[in-house]
């Protein structure tokens, strides 16, 4: 076993449910690789760090990682690490989630949390479907594909999540796949150093639904879509619209600087304190605060 491989291991709850409860060749466990690789790289203590989910197949990562870790309630994922990185400002929160997590129940949180810039890092895994719950189309599943809820093809527009994310106020917004794995750990250790709110699209595949549904073929051949059809930023520059439309954009797509909710908050707080004279304190009076 090499230093890389040592590594990771100690990041594991090596007595928690393995073999993992992920189908064989799925996509989530590159990212898991992936965020480990780069909080190794960055030299993190494991307490440093805290790891958020909602419900979902993406929602069994915090079972096996050992960092401090919450498993929510589905789709209220950013909410919480709202709350705890409120409480806890020194700890680096990491919020992992699907695409149906994050942007179908959770999408009211998706958008306010990017709009208030709250300093977290969301990564969310887009396979493009629910995977765990039977095969339902999901926010990003694509125009005419099949999924359960659309035997005869999905004729809902998929939201673009980076795209989302920026509109919303996002400081950091990078896209890759899980085929380009050393990539995707880059943007995640980016996304972490950010101070602000941070979120990388790491694109996946599920083959067991999505896959067998549209007959894309294995978990390999899945991985090999995701090669053929991805290009870097500079490469889509050069292509029209129309040709971009059918391709994967991976790359920084926003990287902004600004103050982050939980620094202004500390100012209301300081701002707050300074109008209290002496030993004085704000009291509720009949007609309000006195």
Same mark, same amino acid.
């Given at each position: 076993?090499?230093n890389i491989e040592q590594n990771a291991y100690s990041y594991l709850r090596t007595t ?72 806890? @400002? ?48 999901? @926010? ?19 939201? @673009? ?13 990078a896209r890759s796949t899980v085929y380009h794995a050393v990539e995707l750990d880059k ?53 029209? @619209? ?49």
């Amino acid at each position: 076993m090499n230093n890389i491989e040592q590594n990771a291991y100690s990041y594991l709850r090596t007595t928690k449910k393995f073999p993992n409860i992920w189908c064989s060749g799925c996509s989530i466990g590159i990212v898991m690789g992936a965020l480990i690789r780069a909080i190794d790289r960055m030299g993190l203590d494991k307490n440093e760090v805290a790891l958020v989910s909602g419900i979902g197949c993406t929602g069994r990562m915090p079972v096996y990682l050992d960092f401090n870790t919450m498993h929510t309630t589905h789709g209220r994922a950013l909410a919480f690490a709202t709350g705890l990185k409120l409480a806890k @400002p020194e700890l680096k929160v990491i919020v992992i989630m699907g695409d149906g997590d994050a942007l179908a129940i959770g999408g009211n949180h998706f958008i306010h949390a990017a709009r208030r810039n709250i300093d977290l890092t969301a990564i969310v895994l887009n396979n493009e479907i629910y995977g765990m719950t039977g095969g339902q189309y999901s @926010p990003t599943t694509p125009l005419e594909m099949r999924a359960t809820t659309a035997p005869y093809g999905h004729i809902e527009p998929p939201f @673009p999540i980076c795209e989302l994310a920026i509109a919303a106020g996002a400081t950091y917004v990078a896209r890759s796949t899980v085929y380009h794995a050393v990539e995707l750990d880059k943007y995640i250790e980016q996304a972490i150093r950010k101070v602000g709110f941070s979120l990388v699209e790491a694109v996946g595949y599920c083959h067991t639904t999505f896959g067998r549904l549209n007959k894309m073929g294995s978990a390999v051949e899945m991985m090999r879509h995701l090669k053929n059809v991805s290009i870097s930023l500079s490469a889509a520059e050069k292509l029209t @619209p129309e040709e971009r439309s059918s391709k994967i954009v991976r790359g920084v797509l926003r990287d902004i600087e600004k103050p982050d909710y939980s620094t202004l908050y500390e100012q209301v707080i300081e701002r707050a304190k300074a109008s209290v004279t002496g030993k004085e304190f704000l009291r509720a009076g009949p007609g309000g605060l006195e």
